[in-house]
């Protein structure tokens, strides 16, 4: 191999690494069999979400793994893989991959990494099902918001029980 084909992987290598060590979460699939169409949504879902998908060759990945630190990864990169990155959200790709895998049939989640650890096929799954960082600060908010509004209704039983004494 030349000299400047070698450079070009090493880059490659290098900008994979930058992203596996950014990425909140990272999720690796199987996507050979999807048809064009199907891969679209999928890429537009992921897009929406902030999720960037790339279909990178394995030893690129596997040679970023390792430079990144994450070399239980390594082990999914067999036969075709596509790998989703997250910097923000770190559902969002398992939420996204999970519920496209439902109805094609062809994805196969093969595992991922969120937060630096390595996950697997079940642990995404069961991470998918969580909602997303809306839904938990909206929970979150309603049970901050107990406590207040169930002062707020024993007060006025009490203001109301006095006002009925009282006539």
């Given amino acids: 191999m030349s000299e400047a084909i070698i450079a ?9 690494a930058e992203k596996m060590k ?6 690796v699939v199987d996507s050979r069999g999807l048809t064009v169409d199907q891969d679209t949504v999928l890429r537009r879902n992921l897009r929406e ?4 998908f790339k279909v990178i060759k394995n030893s690129i990945l596997t040679r970023a793994a390792e430079e990144a630190g994450l070399e239980d990864l390594k ?3 067999v036969g075709p893989s596509a790998v989703a990155f997250s910097n923000e959200d770190v559902i969002a790709p398992a939420k996204v991959i999970s519920e496209f895998a439902k109805d094609a049939e062809a994805l196969e ?10 996950t697997s096929v079940e ?4 991470l998918a099902s969580l909602p997303n960082k809306e839904g938990m600060l909206s929970m979150l908010l309603s049970v901050l918001q107990a ?4 002062v ?5 039983a009490v203001a109301e029980s006095k006002e009925d004494g009282a006539a």
Avoid: C, H, M, T
């Avoid at 950014?22 to 999720?27: E, H, N, Q, R, T």
């Avoid at 979400?49 to 960037?52: H, P, Q, Y």
């Fill in 8 to 16: 070009k992987k090493a880059e490659q290598v290098a900008i994979v």
């Fill in 22 to 27: 950014a990425a909140s979460s990272i999720v």
């Fill in 49 to 52: 979400s902030g999720v960037e």
């Fill in 75 to 77: 082990e999914l990169f």
């Fill in 109 to 118: 989640i093969k595992g991922g990494v969120v937060d630096g650890a390595f």
């Fill in 123 to 126: 642990e995404i799954n069961a």
């Fill in 147 to 150: 406590p207040v509004r169930n």
């Fill in 152 to 156: 707020a209704y024993a007060v006025k």
